[in-house]
């Protein structure tokens, strides 16, 4: 299969920030890759360079088999984007702005009107197709900016954060949505900070942090790469955190992860309820006693934490941590 998106070392600067450090990225034709990452990874500006928004300090990207940097104008009209923030204008009724939308790509009267009434209908906005955006709920707003993004249909389509925002009903018609388009054949990258949504609609997903692909695969062979299950326990009493930490050491395939304010000790495990039958039992050998157990498949979290050494919310605050530095911290907490 062609690609239908290739990047190749795209580097760009904000002044001191290194929004993009060498990012490459190929998405073969007719599937769906999800770029997922925490706040301040680099997805947006990912997007805005393979959608020509943005001139990257180096690197070459084409899309379509079109040269981003060089032909810039013929690549606009082969692609669709819908933002983080849905880009629709308040004023105008969904009709008219997909009526809009139409006639900026020049489809003339008729086929902007028959294109504008089709699509509202496609993402069930019939009903309020001749109401003012203002009125709108979140939901319907995303869905109004991804009908805008399909209007010429394009071979090619770039979704930013589709469902950021959105009430979990609202999430799960934007991800049916999204399911009912690709399987037409369209080429989608997604970003997004959730590993379910990831999970859900991506055929393959591409983990970025500061500015760089650092994995790559489906969702199944992420989760494998950093270890099997995660038994997650939170204890009745802090002061019982060490005790059961050490109790479970021997359950442990990978790093135990102790949150001291949340009562809660995280370990990975090899043979989830074979391990947590055992840890269970090894607790109350040491008089532990449970407030909550379960078992749980790795979540982004995980995987940050596995592949980077810092957590996907550490991010958003901008600090860069080391594995030392989490190490660290690990260790912090455990005194
Ligand atoms: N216009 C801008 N000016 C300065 N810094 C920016 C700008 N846009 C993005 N950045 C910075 O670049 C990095 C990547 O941002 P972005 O691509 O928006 O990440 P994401 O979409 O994954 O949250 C962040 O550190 C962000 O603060
Ligand atoms: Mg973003």
Redesign the pocket.
């Known amino acids: 299969m062609p690609d239908a998106i290739v990047a190749e070392g795209l580097v760009k600067r904000?002044g001191p920030?290194v929004?993009l450090d060498g990012l490459d990225l190929t998405v073969p034709e007719g599937t769906v890759t999800a770029l997922l990452?925490p706040?301040?990874?680099?997805?947006?500006?990912t997007v805005r360079v393979l959608s020509t928004l943005l001139v990257p300090d180096a690197g070459r990207a084409t899309v379509a088999g079109i040269d981003v940097l060089r032909d810039p104008r013929t690549l606009r009209s082969r692609i669709g984007a819908s933002g983080q923030y849905a880009a629709v204008d308040e004023y105008l009724t969904g009709f008219e702005n997909l009526e809009m939308v139409g006639r900026l790509y020049h489809m003339g009267v008729q086929r902007s009107k028959a294109r504008a009434r089709e699509l509202l209908e496609r993402f069930r906005l019939s009903d309020a197709a001749d109401r003012p955006v203002k009125g709108y709920s979140g939901g319907m707003r995303r869905r109004l900016d991804l009908a805008g993004a399909l209007v010429a249909n394009p071979p090619v389509l770039f979704l930013d954060e589709p469902t950021t925002g959105l009430d979990p009903r609202a999430r799960l018609d934007l991800w049916d949505v999204i399911e009912e388009l690709v399987a037409g054949g369209t080429t989608l990258l997604l970003?997004t900070q959730y590993m379910d949504e990831a999970d859900r609609l991506a055929d393959s997903i591409a983990v970025i942090d500061h500015g760089k692909v650092i994995a790559r695969g489906t969702a199944d062979e992420l989760k494998t790469l950093v270890g099997g299950d995660r038994i997650e326990l939170t204890v009745d009493n802090a002061d019982n955190l060490a005790t059961a930490a050490q109790a479970l050491k021997g359950l442990a395939d990978g790093e135990i992860h102790i949150e001291q304010g949340l009562r809660r000790i995280t370990v990975p495990v090899a043979d989830g309820s074979q391990a947590l039958v055992s840890a269970i039992g090894k607790l109350a050998e040491h008089d532990v006693k449970i407030h909550d157990v379960g078992l749980r498949r790795p979540s982004l979290d995980d995987v940050f934490l596995t592949l980077t050494g810092h957590e996907a919310e550490e991010l958003i605050n901008?600090n860069g941590h080391t594995p030392a530095d989490k190490l660290a911290a690990v260790e912090g907490k455990t005194r």
Request: cysteine-free.
């Open positions: 904000y920030t929004a990452g706040n301040g990874a680099g997805k947006t500006t970003t901008g």
